[in-house]
């Protein structure tokens, strides 16, 4: 697969897939992609399936639907982890590309890798909406994005990491808008289930818990306790008992 310089960008081979975003209802082919076919030497044999055959056959089974959508953001997203970063989606080596997550013990990031969901996302589409109430953190594993900041945007590639705030509870709304310069595959991890896993290990969750929104049940009444206030959590960390309250 080569793009408009002419330069190649992936190679398939025997048993690979291409395009798998249409079934997605994302377009594809050169167009939006800006990638072409470039058969290096020899026949190819390719076996395909129309956009139109994959509708009327997905449609026979509605109950499964949900089952087959995300199988493929799940390939998708397992791609793009092992061609840009050398390891699988939902791997622990895939947790330690956020530096909120790095240094977080073994037993938690193998814990949190299976609570990553994968996301696909059409070209010029947002990511994430200033303001609309959310708590997930993403690993952009392939793509590139942008975040509207001021006058000047500030750019994403694969391997960054953006919403560590949102999923803290550090901020209970997106404060910039997200958006895809081309296709972007990620995958997100939501406050839920970050504070579902480290719940059960209290040592991470002292490094946390200063920070994170804990308070479930105040979330899901719209309550939220003066315990729950960022500057309250820092004097109540084990290290404040021996510093000046001025300092902290």
């Keep these: 697969v080569v793009n408009d310089e002419g330069e190649v960008v992936e190679v398939l081979g025997i048993g690979d897939t291409f395009n798998e975003q249409i079934l997605l209802g994302i377009p594809g082919g050169h167009v939006v992609s800006g990638l072409r076919f470039h058969m290096r030497e020899g026949p190819c044999e390719l076996q395909f399936v129309s956009l139109s055959v994959w509708e009327k056959v997905v449609s026979d089974f509605p109950q499964e639907q949900d089952m087959i959508f995300r199988s493929i953001r799940h390939t998708l997203a397992n791609k793009a982890a092992i061609k840009n970063h050398g390891t699988a989606m939902s791997s622990a080596e895939m947790v330690r590309m956020s530096p909120l997550l790095h240094y977080l013990s073994q037993e938690t990031i193998q814990d949190l ?71 972007c595959i990620l995958a997100a991890l939501t406050s839920a289930d970050l504070w579902h896993v480290v719940q059960d290990h209290p ?46």
Excluded: W
Excluded at 128 to 149: F, H, N, Q, W
Excluded at 215 to 240: H, V
């Design 113 to 183: 890798a299976r609570h990553f969901e994968p996301v696909v996302v059409k070209p010029f589409a947002e990511i994430v909406t200033k303001g609309r109430l959310d708590s997930a953190m993403y690993i952009l594993l392939s793509g590139s994005a942008y975040m509207e900041a001021g006058k000047r945007n500030r750019e994403y590639s694969a391997g960054q990491v953006f919403g560590e705030a949102e999923v803290l509870g550090v901020s209970k709304a997106y404060n910039n808008t997200v958006y895809a310069n081309n296709l």
């Design 203 to 248: 040592q991470d969750a002292l490094l946390l818990e200063p920070l994170c929104n804990l308070e479930a049940e105040e979330a899901e009444n719209g309550e939220t306790s003066q315990s729950s206030r960022l500057d309250d959590r820092i004097f109540r960390l084990p290290m404040g008992l021996e510093v000046a309250a001025d300092f902290l």
